[in-house]
């Protein structure tokens, strides 16, 4: 499958018009481009609130509610664009309310054929927990698509392993991001490519970029797209499949080879996919040893 990865600046918006004339070009650009999976990153949707006007877009509370509110809008939106260019499209995560709590963190994936579904974060940052108030949501999922087997760790969920490990019958994991500092975006990044070496798989990264003096949320971003594969037979040495220029708005495109990833996982140079258990009675025979 060719993967378009989005590093994606938000925009202020002065109409529901506008969002829809830029999402609309920036689908057309990836598809027409040749792209069949689109992945956009976490809190992109973050630009919605500014519909309703700076005092609720620059507060932390009424920003969430007032995102939540136009995302079945914005579903309806993402479909379109799936059906209209034929492409499987990862949309930004938003802060959602679903009767919990506390608002969730949530990515939906939309397909060409009407289909949608969702993947929730999982494990917050402090700023989400300790600021935001997001909560975790509903478990992992492996999304089984005409494409291939599909994953999504959200962010700060790339940082964990076993997070990844729930994930290794998927031949793509998706990594959508949003990152203040170049040190949170590498170790997103550093995740990522962690998680593409141990499942012996093809993660792709997305990022917001630029600066929004309107948000205390997403007023800062670091980023760029990436897509990273395991450092083995019939991938870069580097593991980098394709990468973009660091806080340069735009997609990035790389191809994930299903009979690549098929044939690492068989007769790579390492397995590291296949020797994951192993870890386990080592682990629990550790022992403490005095030396001087």
């Known amino acids: 499958m060719k993967i378009a990865t989005a590093a994606y600046p938000l925009d202020w918006l002065d109409s529901w018009a506008q969002y829809e004339d830029k999402l609309a070009a920036w689908v ?34 009424q920003s969430i509610h007032s995102v939540s509110e136009k995302m ?19 949309g930004a995560s938003a802060p959602v309310n679903t009767g919990l709590d506390r608002p969730v963190n949530r990515a939906e994936l939309y397909t060409p054929t009407g289909k949608r579904d969702h993947q929730d974060k999982q494990i917050m940052t402090r700023f989400e927990r300790e600021d935001w108030g997001i909560m ?15 994953g999504v760790l959200i962010c700060y969920d790339s940082e964990f392993p076993l997070l990844g ?16 500092a170049l040190a949170g975006y590498w170790r997103v990044r550093i995740g990522a490519m962690s998680r593409a070496l141990e499942n012996q798989c093809v993660t792709a990264m997305a990022s917001i970029t630029g600066a929004n003096e309107w948000s205390e949320a997403v007023d800062m971003n670091t980023g760029t797209g990436g897509i990273f594969g395991p450092p083995d037979k019939g991938f870069p040495g580097t593991g980098v499949l394709s990468e973009g220029a660091l806080n340069q708005p735009g997609w990035t495109y790389g191809e994930a080879d299903l009979e690549a990833i098929a044939h690492v996982r068989a007769d790579g140079g390492v397995l590291n996919r296949l020797h994951w258990e192993e870890q386990i009675p080592r682990v629990k025979s550790v022992t403490k040893a005095a030396v001087c």
């Open 28 to 61: 057309a650009e990836a598809a027409g481009n040749g792209a069949e999976l689109l992945v956009f990153p976490e809190y992109g949707a973050m630009e919605l609130s500014t519909l309703d006007g700076a005092t609720v877009a620059g507060d932390l509370e």
């Open 136 to 150: 975790g949501g509903g478990p992992l999922k492996i999304f089984d698509t005409a494409l291939g087997r599909i």
């Open 165 to 180: 490990r729930a994930l290794a019958e998927t031949d793509v994991i998706l990594v959508p991001s949003c990152t203040e």
């Open 72 to 90: 079945q809008d914005a579903a309806a939106l993402h479909l379109k664009l799936a059906a209209e260019h034929g492409v499987l499209i990862l």
